[in-house]
């Protein structure tokens, strides 16, 4: 019997274990302290009223015989990917319904997407970078190669003809530093995407917090339909962090290899996957009408403005950052040229408050700091005083 060595070649800890582990340590020794995380990208505010009685409703019918549901579709209820579709079309875009999946989460489909994909392919990911991306890949036994994003290029990494990739991750807005890219950077990217066969695979998990034109889909750009993926979650969108759900839009016509995608994706779904819930789908649905969307928009708008508070002490500051505009991250440079863990150290010892270093997402991130919104407002605003008062 033998493992999958692959797993020998991660970091030992994932990274918000390590933040998990030194701030509950610390939690331990200073029991007296307030303690203000804003590491995590985790919601705070509850899930809007109109889901809530959605997801009542759902459970409710399978408690009644003539409304019990039994195994969902592998690719979702017809009413939830219909619900999607009329979301991308109220942004300009046309995505069909069959082309939609309904998942558990992005994080899932981003990390189990490589089930189709051979273990020959290179794959491109951008650094700094969403850690399920690379580690998903490594278990794979995939070589990846980095496209740098650095202060200098806004970090926000381009195509480079010297450099081949088969598979490339791009999140916009980006998780962790909050850059989006614009059409014509995005058109570059999809340009090299057909050029060398390769498909890219595109997190929009955050496209609800854009505020200006940059696109919220890959698909509003020519051309995407023949070389990406979209995911997307509700986490961010909705609240539905610890209520799960998703989607992925792949359309009909993208091929590789002899072989259609969307084919090989509901394949594999069919075969690992047993779908989400009914009344969670329930749930989703009603996200997208146009009671949810308004209700949704109060929340996104609290996270946006404690992105604010949050920038603007910043600014006060006179240090670097990214994000705060089109996403719920703040992504900085740690002052006083600390190293990012070291940062994390001397914010939690000295302020008490929580962040992420940005070193755990990549080498770029080296001497960078991730802050979020997803707090509570009073916290949000006493953290932004403990770090001013530190910082000044």
Request: aromatic share 12%; net charge negative; glycine share 8%.
């Amino acid at each position: 019997m033998r493992i999958n060595r692959n797993y020998d070649n991660l970091v030992p800890s994932y990274l918000f274990a390590e933040i998990a582990k030194r701030t509950n340590a610390y939690i331990k020794a200073n029991p007296d302290k307030k303690v203000i995380k804003l590491g995590i990208g985790d919601v705070t505010l509850p899930l809007a009223p109109v889901v809530v009685d959605a997801l009542k409703k759902g459970a409710d019918e399978l408690g009644v015989k003539e409304t019990f549901k039994g195994y969902p579709e592998y690719e979702g209820y017809d009413f939830a990917r219909e619900a999607v579709a009329a979301y991308y079309k109220r942004n300009g875009v046309t995505v069909a319904a069959d082309e939609i999946f309904i998942s558990d989460g992005a994080k899932s489909d981003t990390g189990n997407i490589g089930d189709i994909f051979g273990a020959d392919n290179i794959v491109m990911v951008t650094d700094p970078v969403y850690p399920v991306y690379v580690d998903s890949n490594i278990m794979a036994g995939r070589q990846i190669v980095y496209a740098p994003c650095t202060r200098e290029n806004g970090f926000l990494a381009m195509p480079d003809d010297s450099v081949r990739a088969d598979i490339i991750y791009l999140c916009s807005p980006n998780n962790p530093t909050g850059a989006a890219y614009n059409a014509d950077q995005l058109k570059a990217w999809v340009d090299y995407a057909n050029k060398n066969d390769a498909i890219i695979l595109y997190d929009a998990a955050y496209e609800a917090f854009i505020t200006d034109d940059c696109p919220r889909s890959i698909f509003a750009v020519d051309g995407a339909r023949t070389c990406a993926i979209e995911f997307c979650s509700l986490s961010k969108t909705a609240g539905f962090t610890g209520t799960r759900c998703g989607y992925t839009v792949i359309p009909k016509e993208l091929e590789r290899d002899g072989h259609n995608i969307h084919g090989l994706w509901y394949r594999r779904e069919a075969t690992k996957f047993n779908g989400v819930s009914y009344p969670v789908q329930c749930a989703a649905a009603a996200v997208f009408s146009d009671e949810g969307l308004a209700q949704i928009r109060e929340n996104l708008d609290y996270y946006k403005e404690n992105a604010r508070i949050i920038a603007s002490a910043l600014d006060e500051l006179g240090i670097y950052y990214t994000g705060g505009k089109n996403s719920p991250y703040i992504w900085l440079q740690c002052p006083n040229g600390m190293g990012s863990w070291e940062f994390f150290d001397f914010l939690l010892q000295n302020a008490q408050v929580v962040g992420t270093p940005g070193e755990g997402f990549g080498a770029c991130g080296k001497g960078y700091f991730r802050l979020t919104s997803f707090g509570d407002r009073d916290n949000t605003i006493e953290a932004v005083e403990r770090i001013k008062t530190l910082l000044q």
